[in-house]
C-alpha cells in the first residue's frame, strides 16, 4: 500500500505540525495492528481503525473512553482486573514500558480475545503525557500453541505407555527366557536320571554277565564232559538274558530320543506326527477325541516351521492335561486360504482371560512367541465352566517356482 506523503516531504522540506499529524495518521490507518493512545486518566485520546473494529467499536465511539474499563476489566477466567494492576497504566504511572502476551482484551460483544499487546509511556517535556499501546489478535496463535501443547502432552503420553510397554516386554522375555533355560536343565536333569537308571542299570547288569561269561569260560577246560556240557546250557541261559536286557535298553534309548524328537516326525512329516500326538495324548489322558484334519498331505512346511508348529500343539495338548480336567478334545487343522489353523478345544473347567495373560504364564509366552517368530498369532478363548479353545494362525510360505516353499 502507498501512502500520499505531503509534498513538502516529497521536495525535502521540514514538516509542519499538520503535515506530521497527518502522515502519522496515514501510518496509523495502514497497519494492520491495533494502536491507541489514553492520557493520565486512562480515557482514549487516538485509536486506528484496525485497534477499533478487533474491539467491536469505530473509532469515534472510543474517544474519551476509559480503554482500562471498556476492553483490559476483566482476566480471561472473567475475574475482575484492578486498574492498579494494569500493566497498561503502569506504563506510564511508573514510566515502565511493557510487552504482554497472556492476558485477553474484551469485545464489543462480550467474548474475550487473546491479544500480545505493548504499552509505551508519552513523554512531553520531560513530562510523562500518557500512554501508546499496540495490540494485535493471537487468538489462532494461542489455538495453535495449545494444540501443540496438547499434542505434546499426547505423544509424551505415549511415550511413556509404550516404555512401560516395552518394560514389561522385557522383563517377560527375560522372565521367558530365564524359564526356558530352567526348562532345559530340568529335562537334562530327567534325562541324566533316566539314563543312570534305566540305562547304566542295565550296562552293569550286562557288564557283571559279561564277567560271568568270561570267567565260566576260562574255567571251561578243567571241567568233565559232563560238567563242561551243562555250564555250556547255563551259559546259553545267561545270554539269552543279555539279549533280553539289551532289547530294554534299545526300547529306553528310543523312549529317550522319542522325547527330546519324535522320530515320526523326520520319517512321516508333520500331519502324521500331529496324529500320533494326539492319539497318544487322548489315550494316556482318557479323553474322548474328535479329530479333524483336513490339510493336503503334499503341503509340506519348512523344517524350522513344522517344528514350531508341532512343539505348540505339545504345549496346547499339555495344557489340556494339566488345568482342564476335561472329558472331550476336539481338534481341527485346516488351511484357510494361505493361513494354517490348528484349533485344539476343550470342555474342562476354563478360566478368566486374565489367567493366559499372567506374568508366569510361561507356557502360553512360549507359544505366541513361537507363533509370532514365523508371524503367526495364538488366539485363546475361554470361560469359567465352558472350557478352552487355543487356535494357531500362521501365514503358509509361498511355493517356489520350482514347488517347494520358499
Not at 495492528?33 to 469515534?60: M, S, T, W
Not at 464489543?108 to 500518557?130: C, F, K, L, N, W
Request: proline share 5%; net charge negative.
Amino acid at each position: 500500500m502507498s501512502l500520499n506523503l505531503p509534498a513538502a516531504l516529497d521536495r525535502g522540506e521540514p514538516l509542519t505540525a499538520p503535515a506530521w499529524r497527518e502522515t502519522l495518521g496515514l501510518l496509523l490507518a495502514s497497519t494492520g495492528e491495533g494502536v491507541y493512545g489514553v492520557d493520565l486518566d486512562g480515557r482514549c485520546v487516538f485509536i486506528n481503525p484496525a485497534g477499533a473494529r478487533l474491539i467491536g467499536y469505530e473509532p469515534a465511539e472510543l474517544i474519551g473512553c476509559n480503554m482500562h474499563d471498556l476492553t483490559h476489566h476483566a482476566r480471561a477466567d472473567g475475574s475482575p482486573y484492578p486498574e492498579a494492576e494494569c500493566p497498561i497504566f503502569n506504563a506510564f504511572r511508573r514510566g515502565v514500558p511493557c510487552r504482554i502476551d497472556s492476558e485477553v482484551f474484551w469485545r464489543r460483544d462480550g467474548t474475550a480475545m487473546a491479544v500480545e499487546y505493548s504499552s509505551h509511556p508519552i513523554i512531553d517535556g520531560g513530562q510523562v503525557r500518557g500512554a501508546v499501546v499496540t495490540f494485535v489478535d493471537i487468538t489462532e496463535r494461542r489455538r495453535a500453541a495449545d494444540a501443540l501443547h496438547r499434542a505434546k502432552d499426547e505423544l509424551e503420553q505415549r511415550v511413556r505407555e509404550r516404555t512401560a510397554e516395552l518394560e514389561t516386554a522385557l522383563r517377560q522375555l527375560r522372565e521367558l527366557a530365564a524359564r526356558a533355560e530352567m526348562v532345559r536343565e530340568e529335562e537334562r536333569t530327567r534325562i541324566a536320571r533316566e539314563v543312570h537308571d534305566e540305562l547304566g542299570s542295565l550296562l552293569v547288569a550286562m557288564k557283571m554277565d559279561v564277567n560271568w561269561l568270561d570267567k565260566r569260560l576260562s574255567e571251561q577246560a578243567a571241567r568233565t564232559p559232563q560238567e563242561a556240557d551243562d555250564m555250556r546250557s547255563r551259559m546259553r541261559c545267561k545270554c539269552q538274558n543279555m539279549s533280553r536286557l539289551i532289547e530294554t535298553a534299545v526300547d529306553n534309548v528310543g523312549r529317550i530320543i522319542t522325547d527330546l524328537r519324535p522320530s515320526i516326525l523326520d520319517h512321516q512329516g508333520l500331519w502324521a506326527a500331529l496324529e500320533w500326538q494326539a492319539q497318544e495324548f487322548a489315550a494316556s489322558a482318557e479323553l474322548a477325541l474328535d479329530w479333524c484334519m483336513t490339510v493336503d498331505e503334499g503341503l509340506a512346511l519348512p523344517e524350522p516351521m513344522a517344528m514350531a508348529v508341532f512343539r505348540i500343539f505339545q504345549e496346547m495338548l499339555s495344557n489340556v492335561g494339566r488345568h482342564a480336567r476335561a472329558a472331550h478334545l476336539r481338534i481341527d487343522i485346516g488351511r484357510q486360504g494361505d493361513e494354517l489353523q490348528m484349533t485344539v478345544e476343550d470342555d474342562g473347567v476354563g478360566a478368566p482371560p486374565q489367567a493366559f495373560e499372567a506374568a508366569d504364564a510361561y507356557g502360553i509366552m512360549g507359544m505366541r512367541e513361537r507363533a509370532r517368530h514365523f508371524g503367526g498369532m495364538l488366539d485363546i478363548a475361554s470361560t469359567p465352566g465352558e472350557g478352552t479353545r487355543m487356535r494357531l494362525r500362521v501365514q503358509l510360505p509361498v511355493p517356489s517356482p520350482e514347488g517347494s516353499v520358499a
